[in-house]
């Protein structure tokens, strides 16, 4: 018998009450530019509380106006907030804080960080804030952008979570001393999102730095878990990176796997990898036909695909946004509006929501000011201008002003039934959901570029092309130029195609033997610990013919190697021929 969900009639929705902008009697939607400032003034309400109160500790505590360290010593919050500066217009303050970050900020610390946290938020916000500091108008160094001090800072500290991908299989540890290593007693559990997020970052640091370790790690740990999928195409929520047996089994789109999936996607346009995309269609078959239930998302065991939890997590919220991505605009709008109701039931998305029952589950009933839902809003209306979607970024405004707003910035919500709050600000509040709000109610943003204006750059490799659009977003929300990863290959790939060449010659002076492949040099401290982990093709299932990496064409424009046909506003349409 299949299962099916009973969806509660009458949810109770939570009122608040209209500003000017809000849709009047007439069904008009929210004023863009009201809802703008709105945004605008809270981020800065936000903003001004952490550096009066809590800099340079990495978080605010907004209930006793006072800082702590969360995930580092890195005044996180200044990192993460940084690009927001620029997408707000703010380039003054752009640029005081970089000189900040420089004179201030040191990995060269004994602390125990998490690498998936640094990654997305130190990394990722030092990379983006590299890639946009002279349309801030700073002052960018000669070879600018392959070289810069924040894109040194963002190699540093990617250099400090090195060490963690060194095992047996490839994938890392989730925690690492930033001075001196993994620790001897370190749990090697780590979360499949721990695993599978560091395309995006790592492989932009390749680029720009021309130091290969990072995107090779990175490809090898999102290699190693396409390989442990189940027979029925899931994976896991944990798995063991020693032994590379999984922990915990249940299998969904949410928390644990969550940016696994998104890096896939994200990665195959940034990189323009026909296989990473193939890799995330081929679990995306897997999703709707063991997970999808009435246009929702359950959890289910990954090798049996019966359910285990029919919740949804406030952090399932990103995968409309990412739908839209590869064009399936039908489906995303239709769980998107899914979980608007729960919005509107609650004034916010709880941690936990019971979907048979229709409410929250006990212990998760918070919302720490997530960004998903806005997320997944910002894309949708990039791609179908539904006023709906305005909408939630109104519902999302006023609720997090009635509910979360005190003196000393805004506070995570503890729980959405009664409104106590907890006295912690999320980084992520000011790197995601106001720069998604206010993203949604600016079409003209530079972000939203569609091509019709850009800079030209040069560098010691040649003429580049930068701030065109095509932003991809880390799952920080720091977005990446996909532009910059060309602007300091063509050097190194020169090199490459003179040595392919010489090696052809000689080749078939030697009655044309096999040619054989280039080795591409290690710089830095990584060595893997197991042959087997980086020697075969993670991109290529057992007995399949190894292809040579592909390259972009010298001197010319990147193609488009997967089934793309059109990439714009933010979708990637696929080629159904």
């Not at 729960?342 to 720490?368: A, C, D, H, M, S």
């Not at 009635?402 to 506070?411: D, L, Q, R």
């Amino acid at each position: 018998m299949p299962f099916r969900l009973l969806i509660p009639l009458g949810l109770v929705c939570v009122l608040l009450p209209l500003h000017h902008g809000a849709p009047g009697p007439d069904g008009t939607a929210p004023d863009p530019a009201h809802y703008r400032e709105r945004v605008k003034a809270m981020f800065y309400h936000a903003y001004d509380s952490y550096l009066e109160n809590a800099f340079p500790y990495d978080e605010l505590r907004p209930l006793t106006c006072d800082g702590h360290d969360t995930w580092g010593s890195f005044s996180l919050t200044l990192i993460d907030a940084l690009d927001t500066l620029l997408i707000l217009g703010n380039t003054s303050e752009f640029q005081r804080v970089v000189e900040v970050l420089q004179d201030n900020v040191d990995f060269d610390i004994d602390v125990n960080a998490s690498v998936f946290e640094t990654n997305i938020r130190v990394v990722g916000g030092l990379l983006s804030a590299h890639l946009l500091s002279k349309k801030a108008g700073v002052e960018v160094e000669a070879g600018w952008p392959c070289s810069g001090p924040l894109l040194r800072m963002a190699e540093e500290a990617a250099r400090k979570l090195l060490p963690a991908f060194q095992t047996p299989t490839g994938m890392p540890y989730g925690t690492v001393n930033l001075l001196h290593g993994v620790n001897p007693g370190e749990t090697p559990v780590t979360c499949t999102a721990g695993i599978g997020t560091f395309i995006v970052e790592f492989a932009t640091l390749s680029s720009l730095t021309g130091d290969p370790v990072f995107e090779d790690v990175a490809r090898v740990a999102l290699m190693r878990l396409w390989e442990s999928r189940s027979d029925i195409g899931l994976v896991g929520n944990h798995i063991d990176v020693l032994t590379g047996k999984w922990v915990a089994q249940d299998a969904g789109i949410g928390a644990g796997v969550d940016s696994y999936f998104e890096y896939l996607v994200k990665g195959a346009i940034l990189l323009q990898d026909k296989k990473l995309m193939a890799m995330f269609l081929e679990y995306n078959k897997a999703i709707r036909n063991y997970t999808h239930f009435d246009d929702w998302y359950l959890w289910v065991q990954m090798y049996k695909g019966t359910v285990s939890m029919p919740v949804f997590q406030s952090l399932e919220a990103y995968w409309p946004g990412l739908q839209s991505l590869i064009g399936d605009i039908d489906n995303a709008m239709r769980t998107f509006l899914n979980y608007y109701t729960v919005w509107k039931q609650f004034g916010g998305l709880p941690e936990f929501y019971n979907i048979p029952q229709g409410y929250t589950v006990e212990k998760r009933e918070g919302y720490p000011l997530r960004p998903e839902l806005i997320e997944s809003a910002m894309y949708l209306y990039r791609a179908t201008g539904d006023p709906t979607l305005l909408e939630l970024g109104r519902d999302a405004v006023e609720s997090i002003e009635k509910i979360s707003k005190v003196e000393c910035g805004f506070a995570t919500i503890k729980d959405l039934r009664d409104h106590k709050l907890d006295n912690r600000m999320e980084s992520f509040f000011l790197a995601e959901t106001v720069k998604y709000l206010y993203l949604l109610f600016h079409p003209n943003n530079f972000i939203h570029n569609n091509g019709s204006t850009f800079d030209s750059v040069m560098t010691p490799h040649g003429e580049c092309i930068l701030g065109a659009g095509g932003y991809i977003f880390n799952t920080e929300a720091h977005p990446i130029d996909p532009a910059a990863l060309h602007c300091c290959r063509r050097l190194k790939e020169e090199q490459w195609e003179v040595e392919d060449l010489i090696k052809e010659f000689y080749s078939l002076k030697q009655s044309r033997p096999k040619r054989a492949q280039r080795k591409t040099v290690r710089s830095g401290p990584w060595e893997p610990q197991s042959g087997p982990a980086t020697l075969s093709s993670p991109e290529n299932q057992p007995g399949e013919k190894q292809p040579a990496r592909q390259r972009t064409p010298l001197l010319s424009c990147p193609s488009q190697p997967f089934t793309s046909k059109l990439a714009l506003l933010g979708q990637v349409f696929l080629d159904s021929s």
